[in-house]
């Protein structure tokens, strides 16, 4: 058996001084710093070194123990002598942890303690008080102040933001000028300017530059409300404000600069289909621009951004919009005519570009002509100044909006837009006595266009089945009133002549106006027996128990003219055909035959206050051609041969004069006195005719 081999020791080398110095004992580390501790100094140590601040306690993090008598214990955690023993060995061994923790420690030190917000919004309105009494005091002295309130506006609290939002309004509309400030760059070349000239121009570049980044914030504040439409949150709440800002802005201060900016805010919250409060206070603001603009730029301005934002849209917006047009000044105060294309004026000193024609122009010496420039730039600067301006400009102002307004009309009109027909054809009517007479020919022809699609409309709905009435009425789409656009062409193209050498245009234009009689005799008796006759767009309807929910109209969005009731439409399209102001003696006696027939008829059927206005315009036809209907009224002798067709196609061909006006026996004993009074004043005005 062979013999194991002797193990070898393994020897440890000898430890260096380097090396086994940290493995000395406590007790000898001690001894040696109490030694040494004497040639040390203390002092200079300890103002050089970090100081250290008291270690924040470890938050105990064990569950309490519930013991058998039921008292509850709770356990500590229990302390790590090498990290919290404060000692003279934290010098010599834990060195780097120390500066490691002092970082940490510091860090904490920075950080504020967070303010709660109910205190934040008390501290903001002191500070918003306390800068909009300065600026109301002194602007030109404080001119940081605007951008301390933009600053304070920069908060994250909804409320600070409404706070600020409102006070710089007060504030701008208590410190800005009745003139437009004119940017820095436009005052030509650098001149040399008095102390009190530099303080004016360095105050109203700041307040420019303050205004400026408060119109950019409201324009920020309302495109982002737009998308918190359907959350009614804070951000709401917010571009509410906003909305608000700009609208008191643009109608209080609508010379200043940035109205461009202004009127976009107001525009782009239009451009949606859901009305709200914010939208309506929208639309009430431009009517107020419209209404008070005495220079015409602000007014041109609106419509052509309106007008713009229309047509990126594909015209699907509600027809509040189409109607501001109604409300601009120059529908009363516009003395040319225009289409969509030209602009004609009454003034044959101007021409169509402003100035006056060559032959017009009178002699002048060089010297005469140099004073009337040096007089036309000094009335030119004052006229800034006071933010007045001519009445060439303001007519040539109102030249391009009208232009604009027609325009758009027209494209509707080409579309057919079905909830926008009303609200044009009503406007057509307002404006018919500014429309040039070559834009005539083009408009009758959209007119007609627009009739007889309403009629095929009419005549394809008649002929449906049920099932898929049903299907469209679960779909949501724009009610037509057929029968209101129709009344309204009609008035519209009658209206076209209105105000003009209504006679001469007619006759030179070749203008043919049957097709609206035509159309006007057929419809007499169906609108008769409309329920809805004496009802205007504003009415309140009551909801039909048969009709679906979904299918009734709430309130006046699904009305698509809010003026005049159908009614007053029918007798201004009567009175049109039957007593045409510029020429009463024009109208043939068939025409006026057939019609007084029909209005005798309708008369049974229309309610009562329709009937009292359809029997004084029969008065009015019979006192101005009593001797060409009396034959109506003669039972014993007839004047034609034949039968009356009250449905033929045509008033002439009717065979009018082989009726008699029975209905008049009937209305004697209406229910209604003031009724059988009309008929008493018919057959009055009659009598007076025969004589």
């Known amino acids: 058996m062979a013999s194991r081999p002797t193990k070898k020791r393994k020897l440890t080398p000898p430890q260096s001084d380097d090396e086994g110095a940290p493995r000395k004992s406590k007790s000898k580390v001690q001894k040696s710093f109490l030694v040494n501790a004497a040639s040390w100094d203390l002092e200079q140590d300890y103002e050089t070194k970090a100081r250290k601040g008291k270690k924040k306690e470890k938050e105990n993090t064990r569950l309490p123990l519930k013991l058998p008598g039921g008292r509850v214990q709770h356990i500590a955690v229990s302390k790590n002598d090498l990290s919290d023993l404060e000692s003279d060995d934290d010098w010599l061994e834990g060195a780097e942890d120390g500066s490691d923790s002092e970082e940490v420690q510091e860090r904490r030190v920075a950080t504020k303690p967070e303010i709660p917000e109910h205190q934040q919004i008390l501290e903001a309105k002191e500070e918003l008080a306390k800068i909009a009494l300065i600026l109301n005091e002194e602007p030109e002295e404080n001119v940081g102040a605007f951008k301390a309130l933009a600053r304070i506006g920069q908060s994250r609290i909804p409320t600070i933001q409404k706070l600020t939002l409102a006070t710089q309004l007060a504030v701008y509309k208590d410190v800005i000028p009745g003139y437009r400030i004119r940017p820095a760059t436009e005052d030509g070349p650098v001149e040399k300017l008095s102390k009190d000239v530099k303080r004016t121009r360095t105050y109203e570049q700041s307040l420019v530059s303050g205004y400026q980044t408060y119109v950019k914030e409201l324009a920020r504040y309302a495109k982002a409300g737009r998308h918190y439409a359907g959350e009614g949150g804070q951000g709401q709440s917010v571009s509410s404000v906003a909305i608000m800002c700009a609208c008191n802005l643009l109608t209080s201060v609508p010379h200043f600069n940035f109205r461009v900016d202004l009127t976009k805010i107001l525009i782009g919250k239009l451009s949606t289909r859901r009305v709200d409060d914010d939208w309506k206070k929208c639309l009430e603001a431009l009517e107020t621009l419209f209404q008070e603009d005495e220079e015409g730029r602000p007014a041109f301005e609106a419509v052509s951004l309106l007008s713009k934002m229309m047509k990126a849209r594909e015209y699907q917006v509600d027809e509040g919009v189409i109607n501001l047009f109604l409300h601009l000044r120059l529908l009363s105060h516009f003395s040319g005519s225009a289409s969509k294309d030209t602009v004609d004026r009454t003034d044959d000193t101007i021409g169509a570009n402003g100035n006056k024609p060559k032959s017009k122009k009178q002699f002048r010496t060089k010297r005469e002509r140099k004073h009337i420039k040096e007089q036309k730039a000094l009335q030119k600067d004052m006229a800034t100044a006071d933010a007045l301006v001519s009445h060439e400009e303001r007519d040539r102002m109102e030249g391009e909006t009208l232009k604009l307004v027609f325009g758009t009309y027209f494209r509707i009109l080409k579309q057919r837009v079905p909830h926008l027909m009303g609200a044009v054809l009503e406007g057509l009517a307002k404006y018919a006595h500014l429309i040039n007479q070559n834009f005539f020919g083009d408009l009758l022809e959209a007119l007609k266009d627009l009739i007889r699609h309403a009629s095929e409309d009419d005549d394809n709905d008649e002929g449906e089945d049920e099932e898929e009435k049903e299907d469209e009425e679960k779909e949501e789409v724009p009610v037509r009133n057929t029968s209101r656009e129709a009344l309204l062409c009609t008035t519209t193209a009658f209206a076209l002549l209105a105000g003009q050498d209504a006679h001469n245009a007619r006759a030179d234009l070749h203008l043919d106006l049957s097709f609206f009689t035509t159309h006007l005799y057929q419809t007499l008796?169906?609108?008769?027996?409309?329920?809805?006759?004496?009802?205007?767009?504003?009415?309140?309807?009551?909801?039909?128990?048969?009709?679906?929910?979904?299918?009734?109209?709430?309130?006046?969005?699904?009305?698509?003219?809010?003026?005049?009731?159908?009614?007053?439409?029918?007798?201004?399209?009567?009175?049109?055909?039957?007593?045409?102001?510029?020429?009463?003696?024009?109208?043939?006696?068939?025409?006026?035959?057939?019609?007084?027939?029909?209005?005798?008829?309708?008369?049974?059927?229309?309610?009562?206050?329709?009937?009292?206005?359809?029997?004084?315009?029969?008065?009015?036809?019979?006192?101005?051609?009593?001797?060409?209907?009396?034959?109506?009224?003669?039972?014993?002798?007839?004047?034609?041969?034949?039968?009356?067709?009250?449905?033929?196609?045509?008033?002439?061909?009717?065979?009018?004069?082989?009726?008699?006006?029975?209905?008049?026996?009937?209305?004697?004993?209406?229910?209604?006195?003031?009724v059988r009074e009309g008929v008493r004043i018919v057959e009055k005005a009659l009598g007076q005719a025969h004589r």
């Open 525 to 674: 008796l169906p609108l008769s027996l409309h329920p809805d006759l004496e009802l205007g767009a504003r009415s309140l309807h009551l909801p039909d128990p048969d009709q679906p929910a979904s299918a009734r109209p709430t309130g006046s969005k699904n009305n698509k003219v809010n003026l005049q009731t159908t009614t007053v439409l029918l007798i201004r399209c009567l009175t049109a055909v039957l007593l045409p102001h510029w020429n009463v003696r024009s109208v043939p006696p068939l025409r006026l035959a057939a019609f007084a027939k029909q209005l005798a008829t309708a008369s049974l059927h229309v309610p009562e206050k329709s009937a009292r206005a359809l029997l004084a315009l029969l008065a009015d036809v019979a006192g101005a051609h009593g001797r060409k209907i009396a034959a109506l009224w003669d039972t014993e002798e007839r004047k034609g041969d034949g039968a009356f067709n009250p449905l033929g196609a045509s008033c002439e061909g009717a065979n009018p004069f082989a009726a008699t006006v029975w209905e008049g026996e009937l209305l004697r004993r209406h229910y209604c006195p003031q």
